[in-house]
């Protein structure tokens, strides 16, 4: 026999639904996308959030760049204090504090100058005062808006002291307020109003102790931010992170989902599937455990994993395949179990494809005269690829087995290429399999010479192709070189011109030729002379054509009374 494949089985995984969380790629092109260079405030901000939010190490020059860069106003004092709480910055700006509790001590002062007030305050560690919690009270009965909701609950979270009850308690009312497309949830203005609605419900609801979303909510919210993580712009990515870090560092309410680990194909001795339990940044789940609940090839019931909780832990499992497993794409169903603060994952569903080697055995090749069926050369191909002459009267015959460690099998595709290896034209033939599983192919040049080749004579190259979802790539092996002679044709055998064709100019029909117009106005006078005519003559008689009706009911009526 001939080996067309080798390789140690293998198994190829596809997970079936997307996963809810960041791959390790997603965090590696994020981690690109935020890595400088700064060119504003907002992008310091920006910039060394994100980068915190991935546990990536600051840019160098950071502080200095937000220290020489800071003004008075209070969009700059916000952005460089979040920078200084982040990085521990020294940052000593001169009338700082004053300017900040001018700002939110201001008659009138807006929510989000309350937020960035307080927050700017907090993350320079200066004081705050804890009854500012009514002024953010007030603030939110003159605008009602998620986000000023989401910022109300920042700045209120940022307070010494309780959590102020009248602002907690209005987290579950706003967020019923998101729509739900499919499994989403997002608010209707969009990826920065729900991010921030995100991150200030889960601070305000981690520091009162007690979660204000439900687990479905939260499940809602994770597939609305991770359908953003390939947004083009850095500030969609940047909330993106932001909401993503949110439901990821609560300790009361954190979403999981199960994907693939290890990469999509594991093959070699003491090969394993992995299994990833991890929150929606794609950290892995400490104290986590997940299971095996079916692996099954759906038509024909063979296993391939124990039903049984899986090896390893803190997010990362694997199990070992049940010994020889059958070729086949198997459907494996896991499940996982999570510590208190955790949502548990939904249950998920993979494909698990088993790829065996595959062997050519009993092959025969023939070439046959077509007239008296002798066979004029035979190989088994087992000193490799054949070499013969054919003709007009000459028939090729192959025939062979496929099969696995398990015995015969039957694949999608197996064809035989014939290329010409002068002009490399082409011709395919299918290899037919009876219900043994055998395969023939039956290919007579005196039928074929024309409709299949051509006409073109001279050396080809026979491969034999095998393809099948079972296999990793389309296995291509040359089993015969063969210098196919024809007589010469009066015929030229041309070659298709792949060359841009002349372009084509459409002429429509020019308009004939019309008379002139005093020419068309003289004649329609005298087609209409007579009628003029007679009534010139009708009224020199007198007639009295008054009473004579034009319509045509009138003239109906005038002919109907005739008959």
Known sequence: ?????????????IL???TAALTPADRERLGAVFGG??????SAYQTTVARQILKLAPLDGVCEFVSSNTGDSLNDLYYASQVSGALGCNFAKEGAEGTLMQEITAEGASISKLFKGISSLANLNLAVDPT????????????????AHALAYLAAAALPGDVPTDVYDTIEDVAHRADTIGTARSFEDGLMETAMFLKGALVLSQ????????????????AYMTSNKNKASQSSLFYTLIGLDALSNNNLAVPTSLSVAGGSVISGDGSNFQVALVNPLGEQVTGSEASIQSAVVPATGAALFKTEPMEGGDGAFFVSPLPNPARGVYSVGVTGSVPAGFVAPDPAKFKVKVVLPVTVEGANLKIVDVDDNRA???????????VAKVDLSSRLTLDFNIADSAGKVALHQVFVRFTNTKTQQTVYFVAQADLNKRY?????????????FGGVAGEYSVDLILGDATLASAVVTNIATLTLDLPESKEVVTVPDKAAKPEITHVFRQPEKRPPQAISSLFTGLVLLPALIVLGVWMKLGANLSGFSF????????YMGRI
């Open 1 to 13: 026999s001939i080996t067309l494949f080798r390789m140690r089985w293998g198994v190829l995984a």
């Open 132 to 147: 500012l919690s009514g002024k953010i009270s007030a603030a939110l009965k003159k605008d009602d808006s998620v986000m």
């Open 376 to 386: 004029m050369m035979t190989s088994d191909l087992s000193g490799g690829a054949a």
């Open 207 to 222: 520091k009162k102790g007690k979660a204000a979303l439900s687990g479905d909510m939260v499940k809602g919210f994770t």
């Open 37 to 42: 260079p700064l060119d504003s405030l907002k």
């Open 551 to 558: 319509s045509l009911s009138g003239l109906e009526s005038s």
């Open 440 to 452: 023939s192919l039956d290919v007579n040049f005196r039928t074929s010479a024309v409709k299949s």
């Open 16 to 18: 079936v639904a997307l």
